[in-house]
T-cell receptor, first 114, second 115 residues
Framework: DSGVTQTPKHLITATGQRVTLRCSPR?????VYWYQQSLDQGLQFLIQ???????AKGNILERFSAQQFPDLHSELNLSSLELGDSALYFC?????????????FGPGTRLTVL | AQSVTQLDSHVSVSEGTPVLLRCNYS??????LFWYVQHPNKGLQLLLK??????LVKGINGFEAEFKKSETSFHLTKPSAHMSDAAEYFC?????????????FGGGTRVLVKP
């Protein structure tokens, strides 16, 4: 158990809908990261927040947004969902914001868009 | 820009025999490198990391990896495979000088362990 929690574990929804994925980092970690794992794209970095501020951004679609709250939990919002958004979404956390630091991953949220 | 290539998408070994998972990286700086493992329906677990100290890195569960700058490689090995090693393994690169901590993943190597 990494100490990173994600809810829900599974999510099934329809095209065009909006969903929110939630992540709580390990105790004491200030950075939160979001990754998408799909069969065709593999594991891809979406976005990083550090102590409430956006720190790094990957190939995150404009339909996706994230935020980190004062209690350090984070939410990833996915809107206007398409079939291709079906994937496993991981949250990770680390103590600091800089590069080269290991990240601790949650169990993931499996999103299925029908 | 940074990238990672895992040279084998699948590796099959017999229990008790050595495991070799190959990884090459491309980076314009001296990178930090990691190996993560993902067991079925589980999250990712860190096996080991290289951050410019010793080139031979020991990790958990008997795994180790050797950083070879001249070959831009970071291959993962284990002398004797166990059934519990069946999983997918990811080689990962990160820029230790970046303000952010984006991890770039290889495509993964799925390991099958035969009894």
């Amino acid at each position: 158990d990494s100490g990173v929690t994600q809810t829900p574990k599974h999510l099934i929804t329809a095209t065009g809908q909006r969903v929110t994925l939630r992540c709580s980092p390990r105790s004491g970690d200030l950075s939160v990261y979001w990754y998408q794992q799909s069969l065709d794209q593999g594991l891809q970095f979406l976005i990083q927040y550090y102590n409430g501020e956006e720190r790094a951004k990957g190939n995150i679609l404009e339909r996706f947004s994230a935020q980190q709250f004062p209690d350090l939990h984070s939410e990833l919002n996915l809107s206007s969902l398409e079939l291709g958004d079906s994937a496993l979404y991981f949250c990770a956390s680390s103590a600091t914001s800089g590069g080269g630091v290991e990240q601790f991953f949650g169990p993931g949220t499996r999103l299925t868009v029908l | 820009a940074q990238s990672v290539t895992q040279l084998d998408s699948h590796v099959s070994v017999s229990e008790g025999t050595p495991v070799l998972l190959r990884c090459n990286y491309s980076s314009s700086y001296s990178p930090s490198l990691f190996w993560y493992v993902q067991h079925p329906n589980k999250g990712l677990q860190l096996l080991l990391k290289y951050t410019s100290a010793a080139t031979l890195v020991k990790g958990i569960n008997g795994f180790e990896a050797e950083f070879k700058k001249s070959e831009t490689s970071f291959h993962l090995t284990k002398p004797s495979a166990h059934m519990s090693d069946a999983a997918e393994y990811f080689c990962v690169v990160s820029d230790p000088w970046a303000a952010g901590n984006k991890l770039t993943f290889g495509g993964g190597t799925r390991v099958l362990v035969k009894p």
